[in-house]
């Protein structure tokens, strides 16, 4: 008997020896595989188990690339360390951030080194190093200069509480993203980056992309393109007029009334002397709610101006009202409503009594008495002058063309997306390089003169002015114009968390570059990224930014591709009891230092996989660890008492070690990481099974520690070099299996009596018809099945032996 597997001794020896020889190494001759992990924010509760289910993906996949290809991996590990969570948790804790956050840093990379992966640590980065954000100031420099970056006064999501303004995809469910609470509206005069002049690239560019179909709908959701036609509603009595964007412009002869967005420039302006106090107070009102709770709220709410605006199309009188469900950011703020057509419309024409005109009928015929809006696209118009008896569908598409031939709006496309908020007032962030002048405007930091270093400060905390912390410091605020030498004052916003996170990746093959985010020979031979794993719920903030910025940099030169993740996997979350997230508040977090220490790294990678399929969320249980370490005892027993058995391969054992590669590999593949451990499982019983029953050869075990080496890599590697092996196991090469050698000599074959079942017969897989019917009939004798005269006999070859007969 071997013995026993001491998980700590192995672990440890092999840790210290891949530290003293790594056994990635570029020599520049291997081809690249740049897999890359979604880097994490150094948070002070430290790893659970869900944070290694990502880690462990990533590195199965990366060794599996080493070993299947010869890759050279570019594997690398680094922290996204400014913004909101890392200032959060720094108040929270009565310390400065630079100092918790240095903390944390060591802490969870310590915990990282667990798990053994192939991170190469010289490649590290951190978003909170000068080295590092001057590159991130240095980008937002290069947009200013093309016109992508600009400052503008507008509503935005306020959290009370973070006392910071929000990008709207850090708003969720009408809460702050990081702390939970409320978010309000506060007008500031904020930084925004031009994403929208994007829109199209990023939303075309999907269709290139290997990435889940899920991830590229909600992007393509939150790009919303729409085509349709921008309408101009004269306003009664006044010079103003109203724009409408419109997706429907056949149904204008049926729009009663129009809505503005209670931020709408003239909302205010147009409220009657009798109205004006109803008015404003519906305009506070709204401020106060975020746009997400206004577009769910189910009542609807409004107010009416006291004014009216001209349907340019039939010179009808539309009252204008205003109500929150319709946001400023989209379209035009304002909208035309056509309430027999439209839910929302109907609801509030409903409410407040005002008109509602079908224009729209199947089989040209009008609804009496409407208890709904009629809403199938299709249909004959009708109630609509000249344009009555067509068919919708077709004047939809023709609609706006005519609209601008009559000069009353003009065809146009919309876009859900809105420009990127990207000033943060907070102090833990990346100074924007931007400097105010009373002569010159706003000017940039000269890019020779980049980092603008974030100044070190006693007090961090958030002001609740609307400032950030940064304008309370005279001597950094205050500084002179870099064109014309006056004094002039620095911006005092940072840059949100997204930042550094949009381009990190870029930077690791390059890292101690300080004359270039990244060189392009560097660029052209390493980048972009092949592989990148990491939690589905980035799908539309991170991604986007990182596909916003690399078609940038493209652009500008800096590399010369333009979709920064070739493939992308979503890992699901590990929760724990009842699928509730894991979260130091709730007491349910699960440490993997402890699982570690009693069952080892290699038990603990491997249930990662096994708790369920890796897309999907998976509830922990610590007594299914017990499993899988008792799977690799009895995988370290098998070969360990049999390496030097001397055992001659057999047909069998060559059948079952190239049906094993086929299996583990397609599974792999396939991303089944779940049933490849079962698969494991399944096949080291098989051989079990065969070494008590006469041996197993050595090319088995062999083939069989290459295949568990990604997935265990310690005890693959001991077991290696058990076997004789004189160099890594990752330095071995991937098996193929043979599909001649894996083909069964026989099969089970279902032998049937008037086609129901009796019994099942082993056949060779190449019998001939006759014999195959002799052997059924055989058999169905020996059992006292078949009796009466048989009148037909059927062999369909491997599957079935059906004897008819009649009594």
Same mark, same amino acid.
Request: hydrophobic share 40%.
């Given at each position: 008997?071997?013995?026993?597997?001491?998980?700590?001794?192995?672990?440890?020896?092999?840790?210290?020896?891949?530290?003293?020889?790594?056994?990635?190494?570029?020599?520049?001759?291997?081809?690249?595989?740049?897999?890359?992990?979604?880097?994490?924010?150094?948070?002070?509760?430290?790893?659970?188990?869900?944070?290694?289910?990502?880690?462990?993906?990533?590195?199965?996949?990366?060794?599996?690339?080493?070993?299947?290809?010869?890759?050279?991996?570019?594997?690398?590990?680094?922290?996204?360390?400014?913004?909101?969570?890392?200032?959060?948790?720094?108040?929270?804790?009565?310390?400065?951030?630079?100092?918790?956050?240095?903390?944390?840093?060591?802490?969870?990379?310590?915990?990282?080194?667990?798990?053994?992966?192939?991170?190469?640590?010289?490649?590290?980065?951190?978003?909170?190093?000068?080295?590092?954000?001057?590159?991130?100031?240095?980008?937002?420099?290069?947009?200013?200069?093309?016109?992508?970056?600009?400052?503008?006064?507008?509503?935005?999501?306020?959290?009370?509480?973070?006392?910071?303004?929000?990008?709207?995809?850090?708003? +969720?469910?009408?809460?702050?993203?990081?702390?939970?609470?409320?978010?309000?509206?506060?007008?500031?005069?904020?930084?925004?980056?031009?994403?929208?002049?994007?829109?199209?690239?990023?939303?075309?560019?999907?269709?290139?992309?290997?990435?889940?179909?899920?991830?590229?709908?909600?992007?393509?959701?939150?790009?919303?393109?729409?085509?349709?036609?921008?309408?101009?509603?004269?306003?009664?009595?006044?010079?103003?007029?109203?724009?409408?964007?419109?997706?429907?412009?056949?149904?204008?002869?049926?729009?009663?009334?129009?809505?503005?967005?209670?931020?709408?420039?003239?909302?205010? =302006?147009?409220?009657?002397?009798?109205?004006?106090?109803?008015?404003?107070?519906?305009?506070?009102?709204?401020?106060?709610?975020?746009?997400?709770?206004?577009?769910?709220?189910?009542?609807?709410?409004?107010?009416?101006?006291?004014?009216?605006?001209?349907?340019?199309?039939?010179?009808?009188?539309?009252?204008?009202?205003?109500?929150?469900?319709?946001?400023?950011?989209?379209?035009?703020?304002?909208?035309?409503? @056509?309430?027999?057509?439209?839910?929302?419309?109907?609801?509030?024409?409903?409410?407040? /009594?005002?008109?509602?005109?079908?224009?729209?009928? =199947?089989?040209?015929?009008?609804?009496?008495?409407?208890?709904?809006?009629?809403?199938?696209?299709?249909?004959?118009?009708?109630?609509?002058?000249?344009?009555?008896?067509?068919?919708?569908?077709?004047?939809?598409?023709?609609?706006?063309?005519?609209?601008?031939?009559?000069?009353?709006?003009?065809?146009?496309?919309?876009?859900?997306?809105?420009?990127?908020?990207?000033?943060?007032?907070?102090?833990?962030?990346?100074?924007?390089?931007?400097?105010?002048?009373?002569?010159?405007?706003?000017?940039?930091?000269?890019?020779?003169?980049?980092?603008?270093?974030?100044?070190? @400060?006693?007090?961090?905390?958030?002001?609740?002015?609307?400032?950030?912390?940064?304008?309370?410091?005279?001597?950094?605020?205050?500084?002179?114009?870099?064109?014309?030498?006056?004094?002039?004052?620095?911006?005092?916003?940072?840059?949100?968390?997204?930042?550094?996170?949009?381009?990190?990746?870029?930077?690791?093959?390059?890292?101690? /570059?300080?004359?270039?985010?990244?060189?392009?020979? =560097?660029?052209?031979?390493?980048?972009? +990224?092949?592989?990148?794993?990491?939690?589905?719920?980035?799908?539309?903030?991170?991604?986007?930014?990182?596909?916003?910025?690399?078609?940038?940099?493209?652009?500008?030169?800096?590399?010369?591709?333009?979709?920064?993740? +070739?493939?992308?996997?979503?890992?699901?979350?590990?929760?724990?009891?009842?699928?509730?997230?894991?979260?130091?508040?709730?007491? /349910?977090?699960?440490?993997?230092?402890?699982? @570690?220490?009693?069952?080892?790294?290699?038990?603990?990678?491997?249930?990662?996989?096994?708790?369920?399929?890796?897309?999907?969320?998976?509830?922990?249980?610590?007594?299914?660890?017990?499993?899988?370490?008792?799977?690799?005892?009895?995988?370290? /027993?098998?070969?360990?008492?049999?390496?030097?058995?001397?055992?001659?391969?057999?047909?069998?054992?060559?059948?079952?070690?190239?049906?094993?590669?086929?299996?583990?590999?397609?599974?792999?593949?396939?991303?089944?990481?779940?049933?490849?451990?079962?698969?494991?499982?399944?096949?080291?019983?098989?051989? @079990?099974?065969?070494?008590?029953?006469?041996?197993?050869?050595?090319?088995?075990?062999?083939?069989?520690?290459?295949?568990?080496?990604?997935?265990?890599?310690?005890?693959?590697?001991?077991?290696?070099?058990?076997?004789?092996?004189?160099?890594?196991?990752?330095?071995?090469?991937?098996?193929?299996?043979?599909?001649?050698?894996?083909?069964?000599?026989?099969?089970?074959?279902?032998?049937?009596?008037?086609?129901?079942?009796?019994?099942?017969?082993?056949?060779?897989?190449?019998?001939?018809?006759?014999?195959?019917?002799?052997?059924?009939?055989?058999?169905?004798?020996?059992?006292?099945?078949?009796?009466?005269?048989?009148?037909?006999?059927?062999?369909?070859?491997?599957?079935?032996?059906?004897?008819?007969? =009649?009594?």
């Amino acid at each position: 008997m071997a013995a026993p597997y001491n998980h700590r001794e192995i672990e440890e020896k092999w840790r210290k020896e891949w530290e003293a020889h790594p056994i990635n190494v570029n020599d520049g001759k291997k081809p690249k595989y740049y897999c890359l992990d979604m880097f994490p924010y150094p948070s002070g509760n430290g790893l659970h188990v869900g944070h290694w289910r990502g880690y462990v993906i990533s590195d199965v996949w990366s060794r599996y690339k080493m070993l299947n290809g010869g890759h050279y991996i570019i594997h690398p590990m680094g922290w996204d360390a400014f913004g909101l969570p890392a200032e959060n948790y720094a108040i929270k804790m009565g310390v400065h951030p630079a100092v918790s956050t240095a903390d944390n840093v060591s802490k969870i990379k310590s915990q990282i080194k667990q798990i053994a992966a192939l991170y190469d640590w010289d490649m590290e980065v951190n978003t909170t190093d000068p080295n590092f954000y001057k590159w991130t100031q240095w980008i937002f420099v290069k947009m200013f200069k093309a016109g992508l970056a600009y400052e503008k006064e507008m509503p935005i999501n306020w959290c009370p509480s973070c006392k910071t303004g929000l990008a709207n995809e850090e708003v +969720v469910n009408g809460k702050c993203e990081r702390c939970g609470a409320e978010v309000t509206k506060k007008n500031l005069k904020q930084w925004m980056l031009k994403i929208t002049a994007y829109a199209d690239r990023l939303l075309n560019d999907l269709d290139k992309l290997d990435w889940p179909e899920k991830v590229k709908k909600m992007q393509t959701d939150w790009i919303g393109k729409s085509y349709g036609a921008e309408v101009d509603f004269p306003v009664e009595g006044s010079d103003e007029k109203i724009t409408v964007y419109t997706t429907r412009p056949d149904t204008l002869h049926g729009a009663t009334f129009m809505v503005l967005a209670p931020e709408h420039a003239l909302a205010a =302006k147009l409220a009657t002397p009798e109205n004006k106090e109803a008015v404003e107070k519906y305009i506070y009102e709204a401020s106060m709610k975020s746009n997400v709770d206004r577009l769910q709220d189910k009542e609807k709410t409004g107010v009416f101006t006291g004014t009216y605006a001209i349907n340019p199309l039939n010179g009808a009188k539309v009252p204008i009202w205003l109500s929150d469900y319709v946001l400023a950011d989209y379209g035009t703020g304002a909208i035309m409503c @056509v309430p027999a057509h439209d839910d929302r419309d109907f609801e509030f024409a409903r409410k407040f /009594n005002i008109p509602i005109i079908q224009v729209i009928a =199947k089989d040209g015929k009008e609804i009496e008495n409407m208890e709904e809006a009629y809403t199938d696209a299709s249909g004959t118009m009708i109630n609509s002058g000249e344009w009555n008896g067509m068919e919708s569908a077709v004047l939809k598409k023709e609609a706006p063309v005519m609209i601008e031939k009559m000069g009353i709006g003009r065809k146009t496309v919309n876009y859900k997306l809105r420009d990127w908020v990207f000033s943060r007032q907070r102090y833990w962030g990346e100074p924007i390089p931007i400097v105010h002048c009373p002569k010159c405007g706003c000017v940039p930091v000269p890019e020779d003169q980049l980092p603008l270093l974030l100044p070190e @400060v006693e007090s961090y905390q958030p002001t609740g002015t609307g400032e950030s912390p940064l304008a309370d410091i005279d001597w950094w605020v205050n500084t002179t114009c870099p064109v014309c030498g006056a004094p002039a004052k620095r911006e005092t916003n940072t840059m949100p968390q997204w930042a550094g996170s949009s381009w990190y990746f870029l930077r690791y093959v390059d890292n101690k /570059n300080d004359k270039e985010l990244v060189s392009r020979e =560097k660029a052209d031979k390493y980048l972009p +990224v092949d592989m990148y794993i990491g939690g589905v719920e980035h799908a539309v903030l991170h991604l986007l930014y990182s596909r916003f910025y690399t078609k940038f940099l493209c652009d500008i030169g800096v590399i010369d591709f333009d979709e920064p993740f +070739v493939k992308l996997f979503n890992q699901g979350m590990i929760t724990g009891k009842n699928g509730i997230k894991m979260s130091k508040s709730k007491g /349910n977090v699960v440490s993997p230092d402890d699982l @570690v220490r009693d069952y080892g790294c290699d038990s603990l990678r491997m249930y990662e996989l096994f708790v369920g399929p890796p897309e999907l969320d998976s509830e922990w249980d610590d007594r299914g660890i017990d499993g899988v370490n008792r799977f690799l005892n009895r995988f370290w /027993n098998l070969v360990m008492d049999n390496k030097d058995s001397g055992v001659q391969a057999t047909k069998e054992m060559v059948k079952v070690r190239h049906k094993m590669i086929h299996e583990i590999t397609t599974r792999l593949e396939n991303f089944s990481l779940n049933t490849v451990i079962s698969g494991f499982m399944e096949y080291t019983n098989k051989m @079990v099974d065969m070494a008590r029953n006469g041996g197993i050869d050595k090319e088995t075990l062999q083939t069989a520690v290459i295949l568990l080496a990604p997935f265990a890599p310690h005890i693959g590697e001991e077991l290696w070099r058990q076997l004789g092996g004189t160099d890594s196991v990752f330095h071995a090469v991937w098996p193929v299996a043979d599909k001649a050698a894996m083909a069964d000599d026989e099969k089970e074959v279902a032998v049937q009596v008037n086609g129901k079942t009796k019994l099942v017969v082993t056949v060779p897989v190449d019998i001939s018809k006759e014999d195959a019917i002799a052997e059924g009939k055989k058999a169905l004798e020996a059992a006292g099945k078949l009796s009466g005269t048989v009148v037909k006999e059927i062999y369909v070859p491997g599957k079935i032996i059906n004897i008819v007969v =009649k009594p």
